[in-house]
T-cell receptor
């Protein structure tokens, strides 16, 4: 069973479109995250939710909107997609927001904007 | 703010060679330190971690020791294999002023290539 699963794995779309990436974890964790990995492999946190409440909101365009319907799900919606949004987006989760906890990652969603 | 600096590579070694990937960090307070590995086309997997000074994390023959005095967490392996070829990320997690963690701050990754 996959611990952190995200869909779709690959997404090719045109500029200006709106798209969503879904994420679910079956680990019973309280905290979930979205990370972005750019073409140079650099990873940066975008958002974090703890028990459905937003706790980290980095400097991300407001075209990106996370939604957490329950603590097992954290979806990422992106409006008006731009070429620069092309990246790999990783969902992740941890037991809670403590600093020593292992963060478990999904397999990534490869987004290509054309 | 928090930051992690690691050698970017690519690092190319022959099979059975000794590996060191350097990692140093800047953080307020006492962060937890991690090494993650990313195999081609896959997500990130935790390789090892250490949550306090002088702790040693180890897994699959890899080791790293949390050195507070040098703010370092260098990754080592005595004898690498072709299957170790991947991108390795050093990361830290620190507590912010509100009491919760800031999530992971990553280094830029080190691409390791092991040749037979």
């Amino acid at each position: 069973d996959t611990a952190v699963s995200q869909t779709p794995k690959y997404l090719v779309t045109q500029m200006g479109n709106d798209k969503s990436i879904k994420c679910e974890q079956n680990l019973g964790h309280d905290t979930m995250y979205w990370y972005k990995q750019d073409s140079k492999k650099f990873l940066k946190i975008m958002f974090s939710y703890n028990n459905k409440e937003l706790i980290i909101n980095e400097t991300v365009p407001n075209r990106f909107s996370p939604k957490s319907p329950d603590k097992a799900h954290l979806n990422l919606h992106i409006n008006s997609l731009e070429l620069g949004d092309s990246a790999v987006y990783f969902c992740a989760s941890s037991q809670d927001a403590s600093s020593g906890n292992t963060i478990y990652f999904g397999e990534g969603s490869w987004l290509t904007v054309v | 703010g928090n930051s992690v600096t690691q050698m970017e590579g690519p690092v190319t070694l022959s099979e059975e060679a000794f590996l060191t990937i350097n990692c140093t960090y800047t953080a307020t307070g006492y962060p937890s330190l991690f090494w993650y590995v990313q195999y081609p086309g896959e997500g990130l997997q935790l390789l090892l971690k250490a949550t306090k000074a002088d702790d040693k994390g180890s897994n699959k023959g890899f080791e790293a020791t949390y050195r507070k005095e040098t703010t370092s967490f260098h990754l080592e392996k005595g004898s690498v294999q072709v299957s170790d070829s991947a991108v390795y990320f050093c990361a830290l997690s620190a507590v912010h002023s509100g009491g919760g963690a800031d999530g992971l701050t990553f280094g830029k990754g080190t691409h390791l290539i092991i040749q037979p």
